[in-house]
């Protein structure tokens, strides 16, 4: 017998059996039996549940245990600074590939976070959050137990501090919408203010809310809400940083995508074919880009009146699988979108294709975002699967993949923020991650 057929054979996918199970371990098939009162305890999602806990508390172990390792053969900071000295590398790679050294030294410590209402504090299970330009706050979206959403902003200020401890300001009155979408807006100053996309029941409902509501100060202080307003079923949001589109934010709809003014309340209306599930403006031109549920990715050009018809959409791009999350890099000539198939692709706008595909993510059905860092040269991902993935955008290569502290759900998918800058200009670099009540942080070592 061939030696190479044997080995092949021995590592090939094992053939399911209809009713079996098969143990890896003991290798042989089990029985699946029959359930008494409908409850049977060794099904196939218990059993994939259970290996799949098997690895995260395997992967946590030896986290804890291996402090150094990198993704790249032969790479330390010795050998890069030697490059630099030597001209071998310029200024932007060596810092590239020293943001891949210490990312994949990060250390995982849990944050303290205090609220001045102490009764409200950790409560309540995260569902996202968001950072803003500055990384100085993050706004937070937390699941509540009678239904609807709690917000918040946390102050990242204290990161730099040993004790590791962040203030979390809470707007009580607030909490009776499921939030879908959230993005910062800078109507008044730099991120000022907060979109959210949120379903009350039926319809949906779009907030622009005053980022001053969430403040330590007197509540009678308070601005009141911006603009509110009953919607259909909304998916995102995204506001226009671009002096010809001003003040406006768009919001992706079942069908259709809606263009608000907030000053002059005038609305522009494209219909479509789908559901927008994922936006983002450009800076340097009046475009809004828009991922749909049908995998396509268009681009409107927000200052055309004629909305007849598909000759608006100035660019078409295709996915196989519904686009969750798109990401325009900085100079605009590229566009990071990943789907519901796990999919994440860098697409090349000039030439409408793709020229960069990152391996690793998983998602079946989800609405997930990806987080682009141009300046550190990374992508950071979380899956359905409870794993956070960084890559570098380089090359495309998976440096490292994080377990969850907390054991995997549909209801405990982490939220996460990365910076070299967390708690502003002279802020730590590291990975915030949210997950059930708890916020980590994985830090530069």
Not at 184 to 208: N, Q
């Amino acid at each position: 017998e061939d030696p190479s057929s044997s080995s092949l054979t021995q590592n090939s996918v094992v053939p399911e059996l209809p009713g079996f199970y098969y143990d890896s371990e003991k290798n042989r098939y089990f029985r699946l039996l029959p359930g008494h009162n409908n409850y049977n305890p060794l099904t196939k999602e218990s059993i994939q549940y259970k290996a799949m806990e098997c690895k995260r508390l395997r992967l946590l172990e030896e986290e804890e245990k291996q402090k150094k390792k990198t993704a790249r053969a032969g790479l330390n900071s010795s050998v890069l600074l030697q490059k630099r000295q030597l001209g071998l590398l310029s200024s932007r790679s060596y810092c590239r590939m020293v943001h891949e050294l210490k990312v994949n030294c990060m250390q995982r410590k849990k944050i303290e976070i205090h609220s001045p209402d102490s009764s409200v504090a950790g409560t309540n299970n995260f569902k996202t959050i968001v950072a803003d330009v500055a990384c100085e706050r993050i706004f937070t979206v937390s699941d509540v137990e009678h239904g609807g959403c709690k917000y918040g902003i946390i102050n990242l200020s204290g990161l730099g501090k040993e004790s590791l401890t962040v203030e979390m300001y809470d707007n009580l009155y607030f909490t009776n919408r499921k939030v879908n979408s959230v993005c910062w807006a800078s109507l008044t100053h730099p991120d000022s203010h907060l979109c959210l996309m949120g379903i009350a029941e039926t319809p949906g409902c779009a907030s622009l809310l005053p980022a001053s509501l969430f403040s330590s100060t007197n509540p009678g202080d308070r601005p009141g809400m911006l603009c509110s307003f009953k919607i259909s079923t909304a998916w995102s949001c995204a506001w226009c940083l671009n002096p010809q589109a001003d003040n406006c934010f768009s919001t992706g709809l079942t069908r259709r995508v809606l263009v608000t003014n907030v000053v002059t309340g005038h609305r522009q209306t494209f219909s479509i074919v789908s559901d927008v599930l994922a936006q983002q403006f450009a800076t340097q031109t009046p475009m809004l880009y828009n991922g749909c549920r049908s995998g396509e990715i268009f681009g409107i050009d927000v200052r055309q009146r004629n909305h007849k018809g598909q000759s608006w959409k100035a660019i078409r791009l295709f996915h196989d699988s519904a686009v969750t999350s798109i990401r325009l890099l900085e100079a605009e000539r590229y566009l990071m979108a990943a789907d519901m198939a796990g999919q994440i692709k860098l697409w090349d706008l000039r030439t409408a294709k793709c020229v960069k595909q990152y391996n690793g993510h998983h998602n079946e059905n989800t609405v997930l975002p990806v987080h682009v860092n141009e300046e550190e040269g990374l992508l950071t991902a979380v899956g359905q699967d409870c794993y956070t993935r960084i890559w570098s955008l380089q090359d495309a290569q998976l440096l490292r993949t994080i377990p969850s502290p907390h054991p995997t759900s549909k209801d405990a998918i982490p939220s996460v923020v990365f910076s070299s800058r967390l708690g502003g200009s002279q802020g730590v670099p590291g990975l915030l991650m949210a997950v059930k009540q708890d916020l980590y942080h994985f830090s530069y070592n």
